[in-house]
DNA sequence: ACAATATGCAGGCTTTTACCTGCATGTCAA
DNA sequence: TTGACATGCAGGTAAAAGCCTGCATATTGT
């Protein structure tokens, strides 16, 4: 999983979006999915290849469409990569934080 | 919390290697933190300052020196909008994957 | 076969991002 | 008080990102 191409692709709000879109119906249509988001076709290409790039979505072609399907697996690697660390830490840096800030 | 400013925080590298150095040693000056990342100061600054307004990071002023304190709330909060979210329906969408990648 | 539909590909434009250098300001310690 | 240290601020540049238009290709249904 490359981490950093993950992190790129969640940090545009078209591509949540998209993949928003996909959560509530898996396996939708280029244009389907065009019809969600106000952009030119071309452009909603671009932002679901960032996201296939990612690994984050996986495409099956049937005839002259184009099918595309979440993948959880990179988004399971970055929570227990990122979030998880950052959790299981997360009350003592809050109190860190909190002493800082009271002026210690 | 501003979604989009912390995810957009989270996609670049260096930031995220701050935020790991932080996780190590939590409120480093700007000096200290500099050491770890080859790049001008003023580059850090700027990392740091996206981090801070993204509310990744809280400061303290001490003397002449800047302390980093990683505030944890904000990755809370994307982790309970997103991660969490897609965690619930993993299996579910590997599923959806799997079956159409068969060929259905 | 052919018109309608679904997608692919190429190139151009504008804004944002990630660096940098140079100089200014504020703080400490001898 | 003055030299060393820590940080702030103001541009400037090159690359990347995000959007578009125009045209090409492939598939379907009548």
């Known amino acids: 999983m490359d981490a950093d191409k ?3 692709a969640l940090a545009d709000p078209t591509r949540r979006k998209l993949l928003d879109l996909l959560c509530e119906q898996n396996g939708q249509t ?6 969600s988001i106000d952009m030119a076709r071309q452009s909603a290409t671009q932002h679901l290849g960032i996201l296939e790039d990612a690994s984050l979505v996986s495409t ?3 005839g002259r469409e184009k099918l595309h399907f979440i993948n959880p697996v990179p988004l399971h690697e970055v929570y227990k990569r990122w979030v ?10 809050l109190h860190d934080l909190k002493k800082e800030l009271e002026g210690k």
Not at 84 to 93: D, G, S
Request: hydrophobic residues 35%.
């Open 6 to 8: 993950v992190f790129k």
């Open 30 to 35: 280029l244009s389907q999915l065009c019809e």
């Open 60 to 62: 099956v072609r049937r």
């Open 84 to 93: 998880r660390k950052f959790e299981h830490q997360r009350l003592n840096l």
